[in-house]
């Protein structure tokens, strides 16, 4: 009966890749008659000569020529099973999340069943809050990830996950759907449900009404999209709102989105964080999962 002996393939391949038995030994930290005995050993196992020994210089035979494939396969496979399996014993039971409130609501639905599909014995809890709380709770290591608006940090790795464009709605019937050209002017006449979550991106939202002679017809403010979401679809007012939170409605007929070019391009990042270097195959695979929610 033939036992492979991994080892020995492992030996014959990195004598091929190095191109001497010196390097090989060095490469594998082991000494160069380790090296010897593992080629010769398998020599044996395989009935034929691998190399011919031309003084110092080794020259593969036709015979090595043709086993080299199947040893690089062996040894391939190898080392995917064995990062295969370390990977399953690494993985935790329980996965602790960071999120903001819109990414909890619109995002991890989407998200998870993708997720537990990759990792089905892996446990989720999920925590929300504001960015810089989910932040201080990555660097104290009270969750492991966290979804946040874009940050930098020296002691995380920050990498954008989604980018949600942010446009103006109105309800059904509204005077302005189906408009070609929609001025700054009249959007500021209409009575507004202004939705505002503190991010950066809203006060590139604010700068489209400077320029006028008056502000724009607020009439409530709130940081809450979905109270904002509502109140536009029973008719207090237009909203510019983040288009994750309105997919739904808008192919429902609720909500219909108005073009407006001076906001055209803004939109709110959402970034994954982790401390540097750790959990790096769930970051990974929710990133390719962020490639999908994107297209």
């Known amino acids: 009966m033939f036992f492979v002996n991994i080892e020995n393939i492992e030996a014959f391949v990195y004598v091929i890749h190095c191109g001497s038995f010196n390097k090989a030994a060095e490469a594998l930290y082991l000494s160069q008659p380790s090296v010897t005995a593992r080629i010769q050993t398998l020599e044996r196992e395989l009935d034929c000569r691998l190399f011919d020994r031309l003084g110092k210089q080794i020259q593969i035979t036709e015979e090595g020529k043709r086993f080299l494939p199947y040893a690089q396969q062996l040894l391939l496979t190898y080392q995917k099973g064995k990062l295969h399996v370390n990977r399953k014993k690494s993985l935790p039971e329980e996965f602790r999340i960071g999120c903001t409130v819109s990414v909890s609501n619109y995002i991890i639905p989407e998200l998870l069943p993708r997720l537990k599909l990759k990792f089905p014995n892996t446990h989720y809890k999920f925590v929300t809050g504001i960015t810089d709380d989910i932040v201080n709770k990555v660097l104290n290591k009270e969750v492991d990830i966290g979804f946040v608006r874009k940050v930098n ?140 929610l994107n297209d």
Request: glycine fraction near 6%.
């Open 153 to 292: 940090h020296p002691n995380l790795q920050s990498v954008k996950f989604y980018e949600d464009p942010i446009s103006l709605y109105a309800y059904e019937d509204h005077p302005f759907i189906g408009a070609e050209s929609l001025t700054v002017e009249k959007i500021a006449e209409q009575p507004f449900v202004f939705f505002e979550c503190g991010a950066l991106d809203w006060l590139r939202i604010h700068r489209v009404f400077e320029s006028l002679d008056r502000s724009p017809n607020i009439q409530i403010q709130t940081d809450n999209s979905e109270m904002a979401k509502k109140l536009v679809i029973r008719k207090a007012g237009i909203s510019f709102l983040p288009g994750l939170s309105v997919r739904q409605e808008v192919a429902a007929g609720q909500l219909f989105p108005l073009r407006v070019p001076e906001t055209e391009g803004i939109s709110l990042q959402t970034n994954l964080i982790s401390c540097l270097g750790e959990h790096t195959q769930f970051l990974n695979e929710i990133i390719e999962i962020g490639k999908q």
